[in-house]
C-alpha cells in the first residue's frame, strides 16, 4: 500500500497492533499457515518475480531463482518444518540453593516489528526477513527498497492476496516514508542497507529504546594465497570472477570488493580472471545476457566517478567499457590503485575489482585489520596455518575459505556483520531468534522452605551458602540426569 498521511499510517498500525494482542499470531498453526502461504505466493508467481527482477535489474531467471525465490523457498520450507522445535521452551539449570526448582527459557514473540529491505536482492532480502517475523509470532510492516519498483509493487500488490493482512502489510515508498515509519514506536527494527542510513535507523530507534538489527555493508576483502597447483588457480579464478560479477552484478553486500594478493602472483591471477571473464561473458563486454546490472542512473554515475581519478583509471587492467543508455559496465579489474583514492576507501558495489599486492601473504592480514570489520573475509588457501591466522587475527561478520557468496545461502550459519557491517544476525533458527524475547522462567515449589537467604543472618548461614555456591556443580549434574525435574 502506499502510504496516505498520517492517520492512515495510525489506522493501520493500530490494526497490527490489535492482531498482535489478540495472541492470534503466537500460535503455531498461525505460522505455519502463514509460511506455507509465502510458499504459496512465490510458486504462483514465479513468472512474475523473473520478470520483476529483470525490470528492475536485468537479473538472469537462473541467478533470481539461485538469490532470490530459491533462497526463500529453502528458509520457508526449513521454517516450516522447525518452527514447533524452536518455539518449545528449553531447560535451564538453577543453582542448587533454590533446589527444588525448574528453569526454562521460554520464546515469546516481540510483537509488531518493521523490515527495512534493500534493492540488490529485492525479493529475498524482503521475504526471508519476514519468514523469521512470522516464525516468531510477530504481526510486520515491509518496506521494500523503492529502488527496485517492480519487486517493490509486486510485494505490495501480492501479499495482500496471500498472507494474513491484518496482521502483515507491506508500504512502498521513499525515504520519506521511511522517516515517517521511523517515527513510529516498534518492537523491533530489521534494516538492511548502509552503514549511513543504518545510523539514522538507530537514532531513531533510540527514543523508544527499540532494538535493532542492522545488516549493512563495507568492503569484503579476500586473501588469494599464491595456488601453485594451476587447476587450484583456476577454480579460484571462477569462484572469484562469480563472487565478484555473479549475484547481482557486484552489488551485493557479501560480494568480493578487492583482493589481497602476493606481487610475484599478481599477473598470473590476472590471466586467469580475464579467462573466466571470457568464459562466463563472452567477447562482448556489455553482454547484458548474464551480467545484472547497474540498479540506476545514481550508481552507474557513483561507479564511473571512482573510475574518474587519473591515477585509477590508470590501473584499470581488463575491461572499463560503460554502457550509459542500458547501465552496464564492464567486468573490470584494476591492479594497485592508490590506497587512498575512493575506490579503496568506500565500498564499491558494483562490477570493479582492485587486486591490491603485498610483499607477503602476512601483510594482507594488517590490511585487514586497518580497516573497519567487514561483513566477510574471503580466504583462497590450502594453508592451514594461514586459515588459523585469518580466522584468529580477523574480526568479520563470517569468513569463507576457497568460494564467496555461498555462505549467504547456509540457513544452519548465523548471517550478520560485526562493527561497522552492523549487527544482529539471521536465517534459520538465527532469524527466529533474532525476532523473538527468551523469557526466562522459574518455578518453585512451596516445600521445602529453607530459611538460609531469611533474616536473621548469621555466621553458619554463610558458611552455606558459601559451599553451596562452591558445589553448585552437583546441581548441575542432576540437572544433567534430569534428576532435578523429579522432584519439582
Ligand atoms: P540505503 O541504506 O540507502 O537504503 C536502504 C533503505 O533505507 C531504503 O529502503 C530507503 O528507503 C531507506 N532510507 C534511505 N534514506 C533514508 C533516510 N534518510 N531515512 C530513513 N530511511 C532511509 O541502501 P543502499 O545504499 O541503496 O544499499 C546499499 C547498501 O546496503 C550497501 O552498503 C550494502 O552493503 C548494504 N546491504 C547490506 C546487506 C546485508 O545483508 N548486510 C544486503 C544488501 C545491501
Not at 510485494?155 to 520519506?176: H, R, S
Not at 564492464?330 to 591490491?356: K, R, Y
Not at 522452605?449 to 558458611?463: G, M, V
Request: proline letters at 6%.
Amino acid at each position: 500500500m502506499e502510504l496516505e498521511g498520517e492517520v492512515e499510517l495510525e489506522e493501520s498500525l493500530g490494526e497490527l497492533r490489535q492482531s498482535f494482542r489478540s495472541g492470534r499470531t503466537r500460535s503455531a498453526s498461525w505460522r505455519k499457515a502463514q509460511l506455507e502461504a509465502i510458499l504459496k505466493l512465490i510458486t504462483d508467481n514465479e513468472d512474475k518475480i523473473f520478470k520483476a527482477l529483470q525490470q528492475d535489474l536485468g537479473k538472469h531467471p537462473v541467478e533470481a531463482y539461485c538469490d532470490e525465490i530459491g533462497v526463500v523457498v529453502k528458509s520457508a520450507n526449513y521454517s516450516l518444518s522447525s518452527v514447533e522445535k524452536w518455539m518449545a521452551p528449553k531447560k535451564g539449570h538453577i543453582p542448587l540453593l533454590f533446589f527444588p526448582a525448574k528453569g526454562e527459557v521460554l520464546p515469546e514473540p516481540l510483537g509488531l516489528v518493521l523490515i527495512f529491505s534493500c534493492w540488490n536482492f529485492p525479493i529475498s532480502l524482503a521475504l526471508d526477513p519476514l519468514i523469521g517475523a512470522i516464525s516468531a509470532g510477530n504481526t510486520a510492516v515491509l518496506k521494500p527498497s523503492e529502488l527496485a519498483p517492480a519487486c517493490s509493487s509486486f510485494l505490495a500488490d501480492t501479499i495482500p492476496l496471500y498472507l494474513d493482512n491484518k496482521a502483515i502489510k507491506v508500504i512502498e515508498g521513499g525515504t520519506d516514508v521511511a522517516e515517517k515509519l521511523l517515527q513510529q514506536k516498534w518492537d523491533k527494527i530489521f534494516f538492511t542497507g548502509s552503514p549511513r542510513v543504518g545510523q539514522i535507523v538507530m537514532s531513531a530507534a533510540a527514543k523508544h529504546l527499540t532494538p535493532v538489527t542492522l545488516e549493512l555493508g563495507g568492503k569484503c576483502p579476500l586473501i588469494l594465497d599464491s595456488l601453485t597447483n594451476l587447476s587450484d588457480l583456476k577454480v579460484a579464478a571462477k569462484r572469484i570472477a562469480w563472487g565478484k560479477w555473479g549475484p547481482s552484478g557486484g552489488q551485493a553486500c557479501v560480494a568480493i570488493d578487492y583482493v589481497l594478493v602476493e606481487h610475484r602472483f599478481a599477473s598470473l591471477l590476472i590471466e586467469s580472471l580475464k579467462g573466466a571473464i571470457k568464459k562466463f561473458y563472452g567477447d562482448d563486454p556489455t553482454n547484458l545476457k548474464y551480467l545484472s546490472r547497474i540498479v540506476n542512473k545514481h550508481h552507474f554515475d557513483r561507479l564511473c566517478n571512482l573510475l574518474e581519478d587519473p591515477n585509477v583509471e590508470a590501473s584499470i587492467v581488463h575491461g572499463g567499457s560503460l554502457d550509459k543508455n542500458n547501465l552496464i559496465i564492464e567486468p573490470t579489474v584494476l591492479l594497485d590503485p592508490p590506497l587512498d583514492a575512493e575506490i579503496m576507501t568506500e565500498e564499491i558495489f558494483g562490477p570493479l575489482l582492485p587486486i591490491i599486492t603485498v610483499n607477503n601473504i602476512q601483510e594482507s592480514i594488517e590490511f585487514i585489520n586497518s580497516k573497519p570489520k567487514p561483513l566477510t573475509i574471503y580466504g583462497f588457501t590450502k594453508n592451514e596455518a594461514l586459515k588459523k591466522q585469518i580466522l584468529t587475527e580477523t574480526s568479520s561478520g563470517s569468513v569463507v575459505f576457497n568460494d564467496a557468496l555461498v555462505h549467504f545461502l547456509c540457513d544452519d550459519l548465523p548471517f550478520g556483520g560485526v562493527g561497522q557491517s552492523g549487527f544482529g544476525r539471521y536465517h534459520g533458527k538465527y532469524s527466529f531468534d533474532t525476532f523473538s524475547h527468551e523469557k526466562a522462567v522459574l518455578q518453585r515449589s512451596f516445600f521445602p522452605d529453607l530459611e538460609i537467604l531469611y533474616p536473621p543472618l548469621n555466621d553458619s548461614k554463610l558458611q552455606f551458602i558459601r559451599l553451596a555456591y562452591k558445589f553448585d556443580y552437583v546441581g548441575i549434574l542432576l540437572h544433567f540426569l534430569g534428576l532435578k525435574k523429579t522432584f519439582t
